[in-house]
C-alpha cells in the first residue's frame, strides 16, 4: 500500500468494493446475513476502519465455504447474528470508536482542567 493509498482511503474503498462483489455472488439469506453483519461491525472499527478488514476478510470467507457445503445460515450462526457479530470483536460491551473518543475527550479535558487548580 502506498503513502498515497494510505491517505486517500482509496485501498479500504477497493477492498470493499470487492467484498461487496464476493457477497453478491452468495445466496440471498447469505447476502442478508452478511448485510447485517457489516453493518453491526463498523461500529467497531477505527478512524479508518483498516482494523475491521481481515475481519470482513474472514467472515465473507466463512458465508462463501458454509455455502458452498449447502449449510443454511441457521446452521452457521444459529438465530444470533448481531450476538455472533459482538463476539467477533470481543464481545458485548466491546468498545465502539465513540466510546473511545469520549475517554479520549475526557481524558483531555481532565488534564486541562488539573493543570488550572
Request: aromatic share 10%; proline share 2%; hydrophobic share 40%.
Given at each position: 500500500?502506498?503513502?498515497l493509498e494510505k491517505i486517500?482511503?482509496?485501498?479500504?474503498?477497493?477492498?470493499?468494493?470487492?467484498?461487496?462483489?464476493?457477497?453478491?455472488?452468495?445466496?440471498?439469506?447469505?447476502?442478508?446475513?452478511?448485510?447485517?453483519?457489516?453493518?453491526?461491525?463498523?461500529?467497531?472499527?477505527?478512524?479508518?476502519?483498516?482494523?475491521?478488514?481481515?475481519?470482513?476478510?474472514?467472515?465473507?470467507?466463512?458465508?462463501?465455504?458454509?455455502?458452498?457445503?449447502?449449510?443454511?445460515?441457521?446452521?452457521?450462526?444459529?438465530?444470533?447474528?448481531?450476538?455472533?457479530?459482538?463476539?467477533?470483536?470481543?464481545?458485548?460491551?466491546?468498545?465502539?470508536?465513540?466510546?473511545?473518543?469520549?475517554?479520549?475527550?475526557?481524558?483531555?479535558?481532565?488534564?486541562?482542567?488539573?493543570?488550572?487548580?
Amino acid at each position: 500500500m502506498s503513502f498515497l493509498e494510505k491517505i486517500t482511503g482509496s485501498d479500504l474503498t477497493r477492498d470493499i468494493k470487492s467484498f461487496e462483489v464476493r457477497a453478491k455472488k452468495l445466496p440471498a439469506d447469505y447476502q442478508i446475513a452478511w448485510n447485517e453483519i457489516a453493518c453491526s461491525l463498523w461500529v467497531h472499527g477505527s478512524f479508518s476502519g483498516r482494523n475491521l478488514i481481515p475481519i470482513f476478510e474472514n467472515v465473507l470467507e466463512l458465508l462463501e465455504v458454509t455455502s458452498a457445503q449447502g449449510q443454511s445460515i441457521d446452521e452457521v450462526f444459529g438465530d444470533d447474528i448481531k450476538g455472533f457479530s459482538a463476539a467477533i470483536v470481543g464481545g458485548e460491551g466491546a468498545k465502539t470508536y465513540r466510546d473511545k473518543w469520549r475517554e479520549q475527550l475526557n481524558k483531555s479535558v481532565m488534564k486541562k482542567l488539573g493543570g488550572l487548580t
